[in-house]
Nanobody
Framework: QVQLVESGGGLVQHGGSLRLSCAAS????????MGWFRQAPGKEREFVAR????????DYADSVKGRFTISRDNDKNTVYLQMNSLKPEDTAVYYC?????????????WGQGAQVTVSS
């Protein structure tokens, strides 16, 4: 069972930047796609970004396209989410997840989440 641990959340002002990290346990990190999701208070969890096993293919929600960048370092078993030009509506708990295959299919495991708060 892969364990996913997010870090890097916090409080930032409107227009600021944060980088989230998600460290995965185990030796098979490079064999599965990874993704980021978020859940704001009172709302359903939503897709933010995903990346295939090698990092050659990424996909973003329209709401973050051009502002957020997902990347991965397979040597460090870590996936990142660089968030720039943050807005108050980006405030949410951010979760990383892995999938069952090298390209994204469905969520296999979730991390515990990292709070991101953007002040206006």
């Amino acid at each position: 069972q892969v364990q996913l641990v997010e870090s890097g959340g916090g409080l930032v002002q409107h227009g600021g930047s944060l980088r989230l990290s998600c460290a995965a346990s185990g030796r098979a990190f490079s064999t599965y796609a990874m993704g980021w999701f978020r859940q704001a208070p009172g709302k359903e969890r939503e897709f933010v970004a995903r990346i295939n096993w090698s990092g050659s293919n990424t996909d973003y929600a329209d709401s973050v396209k051009g502002r957020f960048t997902i990347s991965r370092d397979n040597d460090k078993n870590t996936v990142y989410l660089q968030m720039n030009s943050l807005k108050p509506e980006d405030t949410a708990v951010y979760y990383c997840a892995n999938s069952y295959s090298r390209s994204w299919r469905e969520v296999r495991s979730w991390g515990q989440g990292a709070q991101v708060t953007v002040s206006s």
